[in-house]
């Protein structure tokens, strides 16, 4: 072999060899530890691990849970608001930046920020604000405003939306410059011309604009339904489920059967539910965005 071809090989090889430890890695830590929680839906594992097969027992037992049937319901109504106000928010405020405004770098740094968090600090600051005792409520009453109450996060009808108004204070940043950038992307030529036509504004964003933000529309409701449907820790730092269970969402009700109520089995059934509906969701996303691209 002469040295020419041995430094091809070498190039070709060299960045397997360096990913491979990565990359064996994660079929181990990720991809392995997925599977066997799948397999452990199926056993009648309890506070550890067992592999006695029980079938769909798990999944019949979930099912019949009214906890499990509160948290679907929660998820809903959060995952609902959640998605449709990150992108009422992050569609206006990319609009209002790309107005070529002022102080718009930052501007766009102040939205983005709260992403920067996590949604532990997120919870805990929101928990803080909301608090009726330390919060908002205890504030204005101590200015004179003594009529004014804001106990959503102790009413067990209004929990959940304490929960939307912190997720969406995080994710609208991050959802605007998804349409920020969609809309830099377009073609200011197509624009100038429809203004050449004598088109207002308000159909120039309806009948252009806002269709060819499609893709940024799709995966904003991709990535907003992702975090929706796996929202853990926010909830755990703001509400911890309550009061009662008016807050608890299915990744709550994982945690809690699989190490508070030594149900693993359990756990893990609804564990590979969640990862069923996250996979109905990216999977199809995923095809199209494969096959647009080629």
Known sequence: MSNADFKTRLQNWLPKLVLS??????????????????????????????????????YSKLWRLSHWKISLTNMGIFAFLYIGICTFIGLGLAIFLDQKIR????????????????????????????????????????????????????????????????????TSGFVMAMFLAGLRGIDNEILKAAQMDGASNWNLY???????????????????????????????????????????????????YTFSRNQMGIGAASATIMLMTIAAIMVPYLYAELREKK
Do not use: C
């Not at 452990?40 to 550890?48: A, G, N, Y």
């Not at 005792?133 to 067990?156: A, C, M, P, T, Y």
């Not at 907003?224 to 509400?239: E, Y």
């Open 206 to 256: 309806r009948r252009i604009i806002i269709p060819q933000l499609r893709p940024a529309f799709l995966s904003a409701f991709v990535i907003l339904s992702h975090l929706a449907i796996k929202t853990f820790d926010l909830v755990i730092a703001l509400t911890g489920g309550g009061p009662g269970r008016a807050t608890e969402l299915p990744a709550t009700f994982m945690y809690s």
């Open 103 to 170: 102080a718009e770098g930052m501007l766009r740094t102040i939205y983005l920020y709260p992403m920067a968090l996590s949604f532990i600090v997120t919870g805990t600051a929101w928990k803080w604000f909301l608090d009726p005792g330390i919060g908002l409520e205890n504030v204005l009453q101590s200015w004179g405003w003594s009529s004014f109450e804001f106990d959503w996060i102790k009413d067990r009808n209004y929990a959940i939306y304490t929960v939307v108004l912190a997720a969406v204070w995080q």
């Open 21 to 58: 430890p990565s990359l064996l890695l994660m079929l181990v830590f990720v991809y392995g530890f997925i599977a066997f929680s799948v397999y452990l839906s199926f056993t009648d594992s309890r506070l550890l691990p067992s592999f006695g097969l029980v079938g769909w027992e798990n």
